[in-house]
């Protein structure tokens, strides 16, 4: 999952950034509304958390841009604007949330996960053959057994799991996992992918993880996806 704060204050925006990815996001921050608009423009993030007191430019601009797109993301207000009149034009407007400044980082967390549930049409409990991931206790098992799995091997299972059947790219799993951009260069993708495939495919005749020569790695299960001939399911990387 992937979360943009537009936040000025680098003291917030640190502490924002911080807290979201120990909790497993990865995370963009933008200073001002223009950056702000540029990054939802180039990337599509699962939220949004929004301040309204931006250098350039009212918040609920930059939220009435958001909102004039055909689509976008949910959209969480963190203002220090916390009068009831501007609660409600927040929400009138078309947040999702508002939350006001001072704010406890576990309730902020808590409107976050949320958010995502409520934004994220995919079922909490998703399954790829008897691949099993429980998103909202954090558990993966195949075939009734436990795997365990660090924060990044999850993230990028879940990823390939809510998008079965699709071949992702490396910059599309190094852009929703992790907060950095993909230079072309790094092998950061391959590698986690070696790890995926030691704890959940090894083991097993049916092998989940495929490799689609030019573009990237794809998930799901042989006997449902007959397109999966053409694909290259090897380890070779």
């Not at 365990?148 to 993230?155: I, R, W």
């Not at 879940?158 to 260069?185: A, C, F, Q």
Request: net charge neutral; with cysteine.
């Amino acid at each position: 999952m992937r979360i943009l704060v537009v936040e000025d204050e680098k003291r917030i925006a640190d502490f924002l950034g911080r807290g979201l990815q120990g909790a497993g996001y990865a995370v963009d921050v933008a200073p001002d509304g223009a950056s702000a608009l540029q990054f939802t423009h180039d990337t599509d993030y699962d939220l949004v958390i929004l301040d309204l007191m931006l250098p350039d430019m009212d918040g609920l601009k930059v939220l009435e841009r958001i909102r004039g797109r055909r689509t976008g993301p949910p959209v969480l207000i963190l203002s220090a604007r916390g009068h009831l009149d501007d609660r409600v034009k927040g929400l009138e407007q078309g947040a999702d949330d508002y939350l006001t400044k001072p704010f406890a980082f576990v309730e902020l967390l808590a409107r976050v996960r949320a958010l995502l549930r409520r934004g994220q049409p995919a079922p909490e409990r998703l399954q790829v053959g008897d691949l099993v991931l429980d998103c909202t206790r954090r558990k993966v098992t195949r075939v009734n057994e436990a795997i365990e799995l660090a924060p990044k091997e999850f993230g990028i299972l879940e990823y390939m799991m809510r998008n079965k059947g699709r071949p992702l790219s490396r910059t599309m799993i190094v852009e929703h996992v992790w907060d950095m951009d993909y230079d072309g260069l790094t092998n950061i993708v391959d590698v986690y992918i070696r790890h995926l495939r030691s704890k959940i495919d090894d083991k097993y005749q049916h092998k989940l993880i495929h490799t689609v020569r030019g573009i990237g790695y794809m998930i799901e299960a042989p006997e449902k996806n007959p397109a999966l001939a053409r694909v290259d399911t090897s380890y070779e990387l």
